[in-house]
């Protein structure tokens, strides 16, 4: 009996091979995908305080703010005031928040992908080949 493995064994172990790799390259970017979505998290928590922060703040003080400033100016002019003053606030907030985002592509991977074309071309063209 010949020890050495026939062509199904060799075909078996390369298709098993391939099959592992490809596996493998398709859970890398869905690592880094995650780990791009759980960093943006932070972004969206300073979102969500901006919209809570903008909404207590309108709701809960819009309108003393408006009457003790009527005392002053007519009632139109001191609800520009307060509005303005709500527009800046609301978007100074949403900036931090969107400085904070992180928004790129799952980059190992496509690095990792272009790794592997690189070595598969150069194998393809054999050790003549420069």
Known sequence: MDPRPGYGTLLGRIRTSVRTYVRKQLELPRQEIGEIVRANLRAVKWF???AALGLFFVVGLTVLII???????????????VTLVFGIAAGI????????????G?????TSIKETVAWAKARLRGPTAS
């Open 93 to 104: 907030t949403g900036y931090t928040g969107y400085k904070r985002l992180e928004l790129h």
């Open 48 to 50: 969500g305080i901006a």
């Open 67 to 81: 009457a003790l400033i009527a005392l002053v100016l007519p009632l139109w002019a001191s609800a520009l005031i």
């Open 106 to 110: 799952p980059q190992r991977s496509i």
